[in-house]
C-alpha cells in the first residue's frame, strides 16, 4: 500500500513540475478548439446545420508566454453559413490565457468578426474557465466553457459555449 501511494504521489508531481515547464516564460502555445453551443463567428472548428444548411468554421490561436503561466494569445478563424447567399465570416481574437496553478486555464479574450456584406458586424468580450489535461511534455487536452459577451445587443446576443481545446506547448 506503502509503494503505491509514493508512487501516486511521484507521478502526480511529475505531471505538475511538467506543467511548470510548459507555462514557463518563453514557450509557445499552439492551440485548436472545438466549440459547441451558439454558433458566433469564433477561432474553432466547427461543422454544424443551420436552418437546413451545412455551415463550418475552422480557426487556431496562437500565444507566447510573457510571464510564468501567462500567455498572450492572437487567433484567426474562417467560416460560412452554407447559405444561398454567401455569407463567409473572417474572426479574429487577441487576448491573455492565465493557467491558475499550471492546471486551470482562465482566458479574457475580445473577439471580433468581419462578416461579408453586413454593415454591422459583431464583437464580443469572452472569457474562458477549464481544466488544462497535459498528456505529455508537449500536448494537452483542455475542456472548457466560455460566455462571450456580446459589445453590440441591437444585432448579435451574448452566447455560453463548451469547447475542447487541443494545445501543443513548445
Request: hydrophobic share 40%.
Given at each position: 500500500m506503502k509503494k503505491i501511494i509514493l508512487s501516486a504521489i511521484?507521478?502526480?508531481?511529475?505531471?505538475?513540475a511538467n506543467a511548470q515547464e510548459q507555462t514557463a516564460k518563453g514557450k509557445w502555445l499552439i492551440e485548436a478548439n472545438t466549440g459547441f453551443g451558439a454558433g458566433t463567428g469564433n477561432t474553432s472548428f466547427g461543422?454544424?446545420?443551420e436552418d437546413g444548411n451545412t455551415a463550418y468554421n475552422i480557426g487556431a490561436e496562437g500565444g507566447y508566454f510573457v510571464?510564468?503561466?501567462?500567455?498572450?494569445?492572437?487567433?484567426?478563424?474562417?467560416?460560412?453559413?452554407?447559405?444561398?447567399?454567401?455569407?463567409?465570416t473572417l474572426a479574429y481574437k487577441v487576448g491573455a490565457k492565465y493557467y491558475v496553478a499550471n492546471k486551470f486555464p482562465v482566458e479574457l479574450s475580445y473577439n471580433g468578426v468581419d462578416i461579408k456584406d453586413r454593415d454591422e458586424n459583431p464583437?464580443?468580450?469572452?472569457?474562458?474557465?477549464?481544466?488544462?489535461?497535459?498528456?505529455?511534455?508537449?500536448?494537452?487536452?483542455?475542456?472548457?466553457?466560455?460566455?462571450?459577451?456580446?459589445?453590440?445587443?441591437?444585432?448579435?446576443?451574448?452566447?455560453?459555449?463548451?469547447?475542447?481545446?487541443?494545445?501543443?506547448?513548445?
Open positions: 511521484a507521478v502526480m508531481a511529475f505531471g505538475f461543422l454544424w446545420s510571464a510564468d503561466n501567462l500567455a498572450v494569445k492572437l487567433g484567426l478563424g474562417y467560416g460560412d453559413d452554407g447559405g444561398d447567399i454567401e455569407n463567409t464583437s464580443y468580450i469572452g472569457l474562458q474557465g477549464g481544466y488544462a489535461i497535459f498528456l505529455g511534455s508537449n500536448i494537452s487536452i483542455e475542456p472548457g466553457v466560455r460566455y462571450n459577451h456580446s459589445l453590440n445587443d441591437d444585432f448579435y446576443e451574448s452566447a455560453f459555449q463548451f469547447n475542447v481545446g487541443f494545445a501543443l506547448h513548445f
